[in-house]
Nanobody, 117 residues
């Protein structure tokens, strides 16, 4: 069974940093997924944050996080990371990873990021 599990969230002050992880399991064909990070703040729609292709050679960011967040991956560990620097209160949300395009049954529990002012 394919699973994507997010971790690494927490409470941080504005200006601080966190690194999120997205660990994949259950895919045994030797290939890797393209991965997106998304986030959903209370009362808001889920929004796109960042993308990385299967090799790590192509990345993309939402305007709101470009220059502050960095997406990367370690295929040997089947893990995608989201390094978040210069965090702002408006970055507070539950962060999710999913494939590109997203698959409905791959949504996990997410990891909560709370940035205090």
């Amino acid at each position: 069974q394919v699973q994507l599990v997010e971790s690494g969230g927490g409470l941080v002050q504005a200006g601080g940093s966190l690194r999120l992880s997205c660990a994949g399991s259950g895919r045994n064909d030797g290939t890797q997924w393209d991965i997106n990070w998304f986030r959903q703040a209370p009362g808001k729609e889920r929004e796109y944050v960042a993308y990385i292709n299967w090799s790590g050679g192509s990345t993309n960011y939402a305007d709101s996080v470009a220059g502050r967040f960095t997406i990367s991956r370690d295929n040997a560990k089947n893990t995608v990371y989201l390094q978040m620097n210069s965090l702002k209160p408006e970055d507070t949300a539950v962060y999710y990873c999913n494939t590109n395009p997203p698959q409905e049954n791959y949504w996990g529990q997410g990891t909560q990021v709370t940035v205090s002012s």
